[in-house]
């Protein structure tokens, strides 16, 4: 069974940073492309980014928005991806999604002072 | 930047089919991806690549596409149906856009 398990979010101020994690499980992790997509309340969906799998080069693409300030990396040792958000602004704030065809269930991150 | 354009509602009786568009330029070239999200749930795809069907999804859903637009249809729609339904594509660049979404409604 495919899993994907979101943590590391939370409250942060503006300008600070977080780094969410998803941990992987039930495919190959290592051969896949992931994606972090976002959902702000009460609103639709929105990719942030992704990243390939190392076999087609590892890159990362992001979106506009979030250019220069978040990073998606991954650790195909430990089935986990990464999302680094740097500089976060009010309009970060959203239910965070890391998914390969499936979805995980998502970590909430409240940027707020 | 590139944008896919989805009706914001559908309403459709129970057993009546519902479609559910969603336009863009480049869905001449590239993919559409068709997912469903019900209230307080993560999203779950319906359809891949236009009019693929993943085996765990009921056949009352399939995908088409024609031109500028692409189609998710739901035969002999049922309560549980209910959701919002999302398309999803890519611009030239690889990068992905979604559809606004649309709330389809089961009277």
């Known amino acids: 069974e495919v899993q994907l398990v979101e943590s590391g979010g939370g409250l942060v101020k503006p300008g600070g940073s977080l780094r969410l994690s998803c941990a992987a499980s039930g495919f190959t992790f290592s051969d896949a492309w992931m994606s972090w997509v976002r959902q702000a309340p009460g609103k639709g969906l929105e990719w942030v980014g992704r990243i390939k799998s190392k076999a087609q080069g590892g890159t990362t693409d992001y979106a506009a928005p979030v250019k220069g300030r978040f990073t998606i990396s991954r650790d195909d040792s430990k089935n986990t991806l990464y999302l680094q958000m740097n500089s976060l602004k009010t309009e970060d704030t959203a239910l965070y999604y890391c998914m390969s065809g499936f979805w995980g269930q998502g970590t909430m991150v409240t940027v707020s002072s | 930047s590139y944008e896919l354009t989805q009706p914001p509602s559908v309403s459709v009786s129970p057993g009546q089919t519902a479609r559910i568009s969603c336009s863009g330029d480049?869905?001449?070239?590239?993919?559409a991806y068709w997912y469903q999200q019900k209230p307080g749930q993560a999203p779950v795809m319906v359809i891949h690549?236009?009019?693929e069907r993943p085996s765990w999804i009921p056949e009352r859903f399939s995908g088409s596409s024609s031109g500028t637009t692409v189609a998710l249809t739901i035969s002999g729609v049922q309560a549980e149906d209910e959701a919002d339904y999302y398309c999803q594509s890519s611009d030239s660049s690889g990068s992905w856009v979604f559809g606004g979404g649309t709330k389809l409604t089961v009277l």
């Open positions: 480049a869905l001449t070239k590239q993919y």
């Open positions: 690549k236009d009019n």
